[in-house]
């Protein structure tokens, strides 16, 4: 069985002042919460700070990249193993605004996920077309290139173990989402990708997220299809009440 996963993007908001008084508040609103894992991805300036007060909480913490090299003259980056120890499990790589504005492509995610995954970081691996792939017809095309590329030389076991987010370019930040019919979609053809790529195993455990204006009012239904298995969530993750409201979308 896979654990829904819920994760919080906040991208290039809040202090690390805010983030603590965040997850304060967020604390007692998630408390009863067992049906599914809870993931919070703030700026790498609220990591240290968060690990403590996250600890015993049963919310995870992840960043939003990282560099794949462990340590050198890299002016500006962050290592997988300054990840760990500052207390992630997780690690969001190959996110479209990485690929947008920092050029990042599926060779350069895939040593990213390779170096994550060497340093025990699970990583949360982006993908999804934009708004012009989507009404020329070629979404599977493009998703399918970035879901192999993104994968290659990565052994069945570890791609089993991690989590692949489809968000759609046009659906983020923008209030549309995708509807739950096509996110399945979608989906279920990531599914089927992994599978081709490491047999009905690996496909059966990898856990799939939609993500693109999630929000409390489409939670439910979002997470109610049978390939859906949690939720990568920008904007409405920055306010405790309704990043809640999406955690507790059984309620
Ligand atoms: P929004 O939920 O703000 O659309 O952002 C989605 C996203 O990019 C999460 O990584």
Redesign the pocket.
Same mark, same amino acid.
Do not use: T
């Given at each position: 069985m896979r654990q829904p996963i819920i994760a919080g993007?906040w991208k290039m908001y809040k202090t690390a002042a805010e983030a603590v008084e965040f997850v304060r508040d967020l604390k007692p609103l998630v408390a009863g919460a067992r049906h599914c894992e809870i993931v919070i991805c703030p700026p790498y300036t609220s990591l240290e700070v968060l690990a403590p007060a996250l600890a015993g909480t049963g919310i995870s913490l992840g960043a939003q990249n990282m560099f794949w090299e462990a340590e050198g003259a890299y002016t500006g980056e962050i290592s997988p193993g300054m990840l760990s120890a500052a207390g992630c499990r997780y690690v969001i790589l190959g996110?479209s605004e990485r690929r947008e504005y920092f050029g990042e492509s599926d060779e350069i995610i895939n040593r990213k996920i390779k170096a994550a995954l060497i340093n025990g970081l699970i990583p949360i691996f982006c993908v999804g077309e934009k708004l012009a792939q989507r009404e020329e017809g070629v979404t599977t095309q493009v998703v399918r290139k970035q879901v192999t590329g993104g994968l290659a030389g990565i052994a069945a076991a570890d791609a089993a173990r991690m989590v692949i987010a489809y968000?759609p370019v046009w /659906?983020? =930040?923008t209030g549309k989402t995708s509807s739950s019919q096509d996110a399945e979609e979608v989906i279920s053809f990531i599914r089927g990708v992994v599978e081709e790529l490491y047999g009905p195993g690996s496909a059966a455990d990898v856990r799939l997220q939609y =993500? =693109?204006? *999630?929000k409390p009012g489409n939670a439910r239904e979002l997470m109610g299809m049978s390939n859906i298995d949690g939720a990568? *969530? =920008?904007? /409405?993750s920055l306010d405790p009440v309704s990043f809640a409201q999406i955690v507790n979308y059984p309620a």
């Open positions: 993007n996110h968000e /659906a983020i =930040g =993500g =693109g204006s *999630v990568l *969530v =920008g904007g /409405a």
